[in-house]
């Protein structure tokens, strides 16, 4: 019993973040991190923890000028016209 409402609870989770993302696709978060930052090269992406309308999009991604992996996380949240818009970045502490 208490193993099917735990697989539950996980469905139920994964389900909620798949309608979270519902429009914002992998390439579209992509291409808004290389228009900011055109000469870094992406090593990872995925979406996160998100909600109705709201996504947190997190990025891997190199430099240019070494082989360092940095990481950032991206709020991207959905418009009243179907877009989406960045608004919010934070590096989390990987430390």
């Not at 991190?33 to 309308?53: H, Q």
Request: hydrophobic share 35%.
């Amino acid at each position: 019993m208490r193993i099917s409402r735990f697989l539950i609870f996980i469905l139920l989770a994964i389900v909620l973040v798949a309608v979270s993302c519902r429009g914002l696709n992998r390439e579209r978060a992509n291409e808004a991190f290389l228009k900011e930052y055109p000469t870094y090269s992406i090593v990872y992406s995925e979406t996160g923890e998100g909600w109705e309308g709201v996504v947190n999009y997190h990025f891997d991604y190199k430099k240019p000028d070494g082989e360092r992996v940095y990481q950032e996380v991206w709020t991207f949240e959905q418009q009243e016209d179907g877009t989406w818009k960045v608004t919010g970045r934070r590096t989390p502490n990987t430390e």
